[in-house]
């Protein structure tokens, strides 16, 4: 049978997040329909008998993966990859995504690999699905890491923002080349956001590396 505009929606979703659970699949392509989850379950059947994706067993409701994921059935690596698809679901609520990047790789091994890359109204932001606790120490390293990123220049300008999404709060005092920020969800940094109104002139001191942001019917810019 073959693969209809859906299912390879689906597989391409599969994929990129590399694994999702039944229902964010039900909530991404089966909610114009009643019975989105019999949908569901019909359509990822059919296509796991067939071969083009992969399931498993050990979580419920089971979740699936892309023919493209090595990633073993129970690994530990799956509870992140789920918390990654709900920050993900999460967001959409928020506005238009203009990019969603899982776990990007830029570079050498050893250079920080963020947990999404993301464009989200006109601005770049690094996104740190942080749901264990680090100690301070690591979480700067972490953040240092970002500093060689910024520093090799392999990024165009303006370097992106970097948001630690965790219910712990860190301190970060330090002065860094670019905007750090810090929520318990993207829902509560979204409503963190408060509109301003444009200044007649823009006062840039190149000097700090500070970098200011400006929400203007409902558009994020950087100024």
Do not use: W
């Amino acid at each position: 049978m073959m693969l209809t505009n859906r299912d390879k929606a689906i597989i391409k979703d599969l994929n990129k997040f590399r694994v999702m659970d039944r229902d964010s699949i039900a909530e991404l392509h089966f909610s114009n329909l009643k019975n989105k989850k019999d949908s569901t379950n019909h359509v990822l059947l059919r296509l796991l008998r067939d071969g083009h994706i992969q399931r498993s067993t050990a979580f419920s409701p089971y979740v699936y993966f892309g023919p493209e994921v090595q990633i073993k059935k129970n690994s530990a690596k799956i509870g992140h990859f789920l918390a990654i698809l709900e920050t993900y679901k999460e967001i959409r609520k928020h506005g238009h995504i203009e990019t969603f990047i899982v776990e990007p790789k830029y570079g050498s091994k050893g250079l920080v690999e963020p947990d999404i890359y993301l464009n989200f109204r006109k601005t770049g932001f690094f996104i740190e699905v942080q749901k264990s606790i680090y100690s301070e120490k690591q979480m700067h390293e972490k953040i240092d890491r970002y500093i060689d990123l910024y520093n090799k220049g392999i990024l165009a300008k303006p370097f992106p923002h970097v948001l630690i999404l965790s219910n712990h709060r860190y301190i970060l005092e330090r002065d860094y080349p670019f905007k750090v920020f810090q929520a318990s969800s993207f829902k509560e940094f979204n409503h963190s956001l408060k509109p301003v109104e444009r200044s007649t002139s823009i006062i840039n001191n190149i000097s700090t590396h500070r970098q200011s942001v400006l929400i203007r019917s409902g558009n994020l810019k950087l100024i």
